[in-house]
């Protein structure tokens, strides 16, 4: 372990990164890559432990989810799937020799190229795939089974994938409850259960339009099937969820099982991070980029965080400390995360390999880290022991 009070942990294209923060989150130190340069999609902490995980892969390497019991210093790889390294090493001994390679089985073959997602939740870990599949390890990372719940849905055969394949992007837990679990799937939606995985439903009904929703959704009818393209999801506490879907964001106060469209108010319905407040459930941030065919940067090339403190009702810019001319960077579906402290702080990265971060609920904003390699996804670790 270190010293730091708080680990912002990012996971890039050329492996993970841990920037470490004082008391006072301030005094940043950048440190890394890890994990053997990998394409790192998501990296989580446990603030009990202290166990960092870092998932990701590609078709070179093959899948796998990588542990870290000292702070992020080091890593040991639970590799999951094969990759070409693999297949080329096989067949020349001479390359095998050069890059250390040596046969070990796979145990899920080359079921999937990539670990997409991770999160905690309870004793349990969960990892989203592509294509998508969920995975759970009953032994902190180390050993990995399949969630056939979910694989074996009736839905299944009509998933089809987004723009980046078809990927379990999204693992939502609920801390007061781990055996309810939320998952988001490119382009097949949000599923939902309440016991551990055995049994899922879909959620992606529209709320009614007596409710005071927009009973319209350009995906197609209120009929289950909303929410194809689901971006990303935050729980914000009890039966509060926020969604960013490629039509906008989205609340739900009843677990997921109806949802209303509460974008009025932003500049643009695309884009793909949020986060919710830790203890309030009305307050809600997000990043709109300025839409799906034409860049995908903030609006006017004008970087802002868009706050809500009203559970959608109302939005409000915040810019400072956030470039406001010639910004044509991306910030990706979860790449965006927050602190526990009070005030809470916000914390998001970019492609062109910044993080900014917020100590004043995103009031202001100061740049932490630059030049890092493209930023797949941001979490904050403030272990407790």
Same mark, same amino acid.
């Given at each position: 372990?270190?010293?730091?009070?708080?680990?912002?942990? &990012?996971?890039?294209?050329?492996?993970?990164?841990?920037?470490?923060?004082?008391?006072?989150?301030?005094?940043?130190?950048?440190?890394?890559?890890?994990?053997?340069?990998?394409?790192?999609?998501?990296?989580?902490?446990?603030?009990?432990?202290?166990?960092?995980?870092?998932?990701?892969?590609?078709?070179?390497?093959?899948?796998?989810?990588?542990?870290?019991?000292?702070?992020?210093?080091?890593?040991?790889?639970?590799?999951?799937?094969?990759?070409?390294?693999?297949?080329?090493?096989?067949?020349?001994?001479?390359?095998?020799?050069?890059?250390?390679?040596?046969?070990?089985?796979?145990?899920?073959?080359?079921?999937?190229?990539?670990?997409?997602?991770?999160?905690?939740?309870?004793?349990?870990?969960?990892?989203?795939?592509?294509?998508?599949?969920?995975?759970?390890?009953?032994?902190?990372?180390?050993?990995?089974?399949?969630?056939?719940?979910?694989?074996?849905?009736?839905?299944?055969?009509?998933?089809?994938?987004?723009?980046?394949?078809?990927?379990?992007?999204?693992?939502?837990?609920?801390?007061?409850?781990?055996?309810?679990?939320?998952?988001?799937?490119?382009?097949?939606?949000?599923?939902?259960?309440?016991?551990?995985?055995?049994?899922?439903?879909?959620?992606?009904?529209?709320?009614?339009?007596?409710?005071?929703?927009?009973?319209?959704?350009?995906?197609?009818?209120?009929?289950?099937?909303?929410?194809?393209?689901?971006?990303?999801?935050?729980?914000?506490?009890?039966?509060?969820?926020?969604?960013?879907?490629?039509?906008?964001?989205?609340?739900?106060?009843?677990?997921?099982?109806?949802?209303?469209?509460?974008?009025?108010?932003?500049?643009?319905?695309?884009?793909?991070?949020?986060?919710?407040?830790?203890?309030?459930?009305?307050?809600?941030?997000?990043l709109p980029l300025n839409g799906d065919m034409v860049g995908r940067y903030p609006p006017d090339a004008a970087a802002a965080v868009w706050r809500s403190r009203d559970g959608g009702a109302t939005w409000e810019a915040r810019r400072d400390g956030l470039p406001q001319e010639a910004c044509f960077f991306t910030v990706l579906r979860?790449?965006?995360?927050?602190?526990?402290?009070?005030?809470?702080?916000?914390?998001?990265?970019?492609?062109?390999?910044?993080?900014?971060?917020?100590?004043?609920?995103?009031?202001?904003?100061?740049?932490?880290?630059?030049?890092?390699?493209?930023?797949?996804? &941001?979490?904050?670790?403030?272990?407790?022991?």
């Amino acid at each position: 372990m270190t010293d730091a009070a708080i680990h912002v942990l &990012v996971g890039t294209n050329k492996g993970a990164f841990v920037l470490d923060g004082g008391p006072d989150r301030d005094g940043w130190s950048v440190r890394g890559p890890y994990c053997d340069g990998w394409p790192i999609n998501h990296v989580v902490g446990d603030a009990e432990t202290g166990t960092m995980w870092a998932g990701g892969g590609g078709d070179w390497s093959g899948a796998g989810v990588w542990r870290s019991t000292d702070g992020g210093h080091t890593w040991e790889l639970a590799k999951l799937t094969t990759g070409e390294l693999d297949a080329w090493a096989a067949k020349d001994p001479d390359f095998a020799a050069m890059v250390g390679w040596t046969e070990e089985p796979a145990p899920f073959g080359d079921a999937f190229s990539q670990i997409w997602s991770l999160r905690r939740a309870g004793e349990r870990l969960y990892a989203g795939t592509k294509p998508a599949t969920l995975l759970v390890s009953d032994d902190d990372g180390r050993t990995w089974s399949e969630v056939k719940g979910l694989t074996d849905h009736p839905s299944r055969p009509d998933w089809n994938p987004g723009g980046a394949g078809l990927v379990l992007h999204t693992i939502v837990a609920d801390p007061a409850d781990p055996e309810r679990l939320w998952v988001g799937i490119s382009a097949a939606g949000v599923f939902v259960t309440r016991d551990g995985g055995v049994t899922w439903e879909r959620a992606n009904d529209l709320a009614p339009a007596e409710a005071g929703a927009t009973a319209d959704h350009p995906a197609g009818p209120s009929d289950g099937e909303v929410g194809h393209c689901v971006h990303h999801l935050e729980h914000a506490g009890g039966d509060v969820l926020y969604q960013q879907n490629h039509h906008g964001v989205w609340r739900s106060a009843d677990g997921g099982g109806t949802w209303r469209d509460v974008t009025e108010g932003l500049p643009s319905t695309f884009g793909f991070p949020l986060w919710a407040h830790p203890r309030d459930p009305e307050t809600v941030w997000t990043l709109p980029l300025n839409g799906d065919m034409v860049g995908r940067y903030p609006p006017d090339a004008a970087a802002a965080v868009w706050r809500s403190r009203d559970g959608g009702a109302t939005w409000e810019a915040r810019r400072d400390g956030l470039p406001q001319e010639a910004c044509f960077f991306t910030v990706l579906r979860q790449a965006m995360s927050g602190d526990q402290q009070e005030p809470a702080g916000v914390y998001f990265g970019t492609n062109s390999g910044s993080v900014f971060a917020s100590r004043d609920e995103g009031e202001s904003w100061d740049e932490i880290a630059r030049h890092l390699p493209t930023v797949l996804a &941001v979490e904050v670790l403030e272990p407790r022991g």
